[in-house]
């Protein structure tokens, strides 16, 4: 069965940084498009990042660019999330997702949550001011 399994959450004053790791288990993950999304208190969960595994395209929501970058380790079927000059904003459990795009595709499919199909349990994000 596969398994996404979300770490490195945790409490950071504003301004700190934190790098969150999503480790796929049970199955290969080549070819997908691995993202990352954000629940905040009362929020409707959002998009984050993105990266296709197939084309190498990485999508960044803009109230975050600038200030975080995703990257995979293949050899490790591990998706990460760097993340700096955090805010109190950005408070939220942060969720890896796993996603299969056959051909074109635009950037709203890739930043719509619905399209993924596999979702770790969430690692809680708290930035303190």
């Known amino acids: 069965q596969v398994q996404l399994v979300e770490s490195g959450g945790g409490l950071v004053q504003a301004g700190g940084s934190l790098r969150l790791s999503c480790a796929a288990s049970g199955g290969t993950f080549s070819g997908y498009t691995m993202g990352w999304f954000r629940q905040g208190p009362g929020k409707e969960r959002e998009f984050v990042a993105a990266?296709?595994?197939?084309?190498?395209?990485?999508y960044y929501a803009d109230s975050m660019k600038g200030r975080i970058t995703i990257s995979t380790d293949n050899a490790k079927n591990t998706v990460y999330l760097q993340m700096n000059s955090l805010q109190p904003e950005d408070t939220a459990v942060y969720y890896c997702?796993?996603?299969?795009?056959?051909?074109?595709?635009?950037?709203?499919?890739?930043?719509?949550?619905?399209?993924?199909?596999?979702w770790g349990q969430g690692t809680q994000v708290t930035v303190s001011s």
């Open positions: 997702a796993g996603g299969r795009f056959v051909g074109m595709v635009t950037t709203t499919v890739i930043t719509t949550a619905r399209n993924y199909g596999y």
């Open positions: 990266i296709s595994r197939n084309s190498g395209n990485i």
